[in-house]
């Protein structure tokens, strides 16, 4: 069982950054993939970045060279560095991950995954 912990959510203003935090624990096979996803109200769940046990990542176009995902393997945490927020940045953030490597096609696509955090709010006003 892998459990995952989001932090670092919060209220910005448009412009403003904040840095998400996943901490992973349990059984983390060494070929493995996580991803960030978000949910706005209403709306259907996006893939955001996604990073491998090599290093790879992928990235939606909505939020490339604004958003930057990274890894510490050390300290099993994955983080998401936002940037530049927009109030349509606003929805609740969740990291996933998976312990097996997966394709790129696949890196972005929530059935890919199947341990989940419970998410951190993200709002951003105007």
């Known amino acids: 069982q892998v459990q995952l912990v989001e932090s670092g959510g919060g209220s910005v203003q448009a412009g403003g950054s904040l840095r998400l935090s996943c901490a992973a624990s349990g059984y983390i096979s060494s070929g493995y993939c996580m991803a960030w996803f978000r949910q706005a109200p209403g709306k259907e769940r996006e893939g955001l970045a996604s990073i491998n046990s090599f290093g790879g990542t992928t990235y939606a176009d909505s939020v490339k060279g604004r958003f930057t995902i990274s890894q510490d393997g050390g300290k099993n945490t994955m983080y998401l560095q936002l940037n530049s927020l927009t109030p349509n940045d606003t929805a609740m953030y969740y990291c996933?991950?998976?312990?097996?490597?997966?394709?790129?096609?696949?890196?972005?696509?929530?059935?890919?995954?199947?341990?989940w955090g419970q998410g951190t709010q993200v709002t951003v006003s105007s």
């Open positions: 996933a991950a998976v312990s097996r490597l997966c394709g790129f096609a696949a890196m972005r696509k929530p059935g890919t995954y199947n341990y």
